[in-house]
């Protein structure tokens, strides 16, 4: 058991139940570069608009990763493909068929680990993994010294992955066999107390318990506490789903990149869970189920998922889907008017006396961007042994060997998005993070 006392659960209303919704299923889905850190934003298109894809047909491959593929997640055809500022491919959409169709692949002995390599980059499940440092796709000419998955979910309202993975056990446990033929380490599953039997009595993998506050369910804080990269190593990290998808791909032959998806949050008023594909619209899911206030849609969670528009899609590695107040109105006096209970680590509101309270959040930031103080709040809720302000400010100074020093080959947005929610200079944490990783994944 490895215990982790810093963090903070930030408990709000509007968790999953656990029932499966009878919704519209979802027509479109998009194939979204940005998505994917590693694959620039024109990448090699090998489809256009009108073209008939099956599951497993190649959409674009990234040009700075050679023998890389992203392939369709459901066939149909190809009806738009979306581009932003300087022509940038904002995302191929495909209408789907109604009845599903499957590009077939021959499947290798799994103990040939090139032949699974080769396996994995044809049918487009390559991408379905990444690569610590820096989060992109993984290098297909590395070996990985571990791979990680992490099988619960600490972030607000997270799905519970036992509620996920019901009827996918035995495409669980195969691509955990495909797994462990890839690096020159372990594979190894983060579980917690309430984690299903699937994931705590795995075989074949390194078992490890966490107990504590968010971020304890974040792959990055566990791969800190089991085995942390050094400069040079590279391990690989991927959902319990996705290792479900590569079991599928090596029983079936097929790459079929289903999704449940927890659909979540104090505005929706039927939460549950819902089966799609990966990158599905999400439209059909919010029609006639949301309140009547100004909301947000949220592709992840509140911490560090993506607002998308409702014509949107869900994110590549989105298991979540939540939808919260948009905090559109000022405040009056700001944070000296106690105002409505919400969930915060200062003990300047009375929250703290009800710590396990559910609140019905939004996305009001209660005050502007301001000057960038040291005030210890980070490290109180980062269960890791970094400095988190000295590495945003060496990145902000472009300052290469503070930054190194600091441990950024160790961290990715997710493990610092609870140090953004509590940070009192409002700083975007996360984007100056990403922002870093960018320039040392060129400098370096």
């Known amino acids: ?22 919704a519209q299923p979802a027509r479109e889905f998009a194939v979204k570069p940005g998505d994917l850190p590693g694959a620039e934003a024109i990448p090699t298109l090998w489809v256009e608009p009108g073209a008939k894809v099956q599951s497993g047909d190649v959409i674009f491959s990234p040009k700075a990763k050679p023998g890389v593929q992203v392939c369709a997640p459901v066939a149909g055809q190809v009806v738009e493909v979306r581009r932003g500022p300087k022509r940038a491919v904002a995302a191929v959409v495909i209408e789907a068929d109604s009845e599903p169709a499957f590009k077939q692949f021959r499947v290798p002995a799994l103990t040939d680990r090139a032949a699974l390599v080769k396996l994995l980059l044809e049918s487009g499940a390559w991408v379905l993994m990444r690569q610590r440092p820096f989060n992109v796709i993984p290098d297909p000419a590395a070996i990985p010294r571990d791979i990680f998955v992490s099988c619960f979910d600490t972030a607000p309202l997270a799905p519970d992955y036992g509620v996920s993975m019901r009827g996918r056990e035995t495409a669980f446990e195969m691509g955990l066999k495909v797994l462990a033929a890839l690096p020159s380490g372990a594979v ?36 800190h506490h089991v085995a942390p990269i050094n400069k040079g190593e590279v391990v690989w990290t991927l959902k319990p789903q996705d290792v479900a998808t590569i079991g599928t791909l090596v029983t079936e032959g097929i790459y079929n990149p289903r999704r449940t998806v927890a659909l979540t949050g104090a505005e929706v008023r039927n939460t549950g869970y819902f089966d799609t594909w990966l990158g599905a619209a999400i439209a059909p899911l919010i029609d006639g189920n949301l309140s009547e206030r100004p909301v947000r849609l949220i592709s992840g969670n509140v911490l560090s998922g993506s607002r998308i528009q409702p014509d949107g899609f869900l994110g590549w590695f989105d298991e979540q889907f939540t939808v919260i107040e948009e905090g559109e109105q000022p405040e009056f006096l700001g944070w000296l008017y106690p105002s409505y209970p919400r969930p915060s680590l200062s003990r300047t509101f009375l929250s703290y006396l009800a710590p396990n309270r559910q609140y019905r959040a939004n996305s009001n930031q209660h005050g502007e961007e301001r000057a960038f103080v040291m005030t210890g709040e980070y490290e109180k809720v980062l269960p890791m042994d970094l400095y988190p302000q000295h590495l945003l400010k060496a990145i902000l100074c472009r300052d290469f060997e503070q930054t190194e020093g600091l441990g950024i080959y160790e961290v990715v947005e997710e493990d610092l998005a609870l140090c953004e929610f509590v940070c009192t200079s409002k700083q975007p944490v996360q984007r100056i993070l990403r922002e870093g990783l960018e320039w040392i994944h060129e400098e370096a």
């Open 1 to 22: 058991m490895i215990r982790l006392t810093r963090g903070f659960d930030v408990k709000l209303k509007g968790a999953a139940l656990d029932r499966r919704l009878d």
């Open 188 to 223: 190894h599953l983060g579980v917690n107390e309430s984690s299903s039997d699937l994931f705590r009595r795995a075989q074949g993998v390194k078992v490890h318990e966490f107990s504590g506050p968010h971020p304890a369910g974040a792959v990055g804080v566990q791969i």
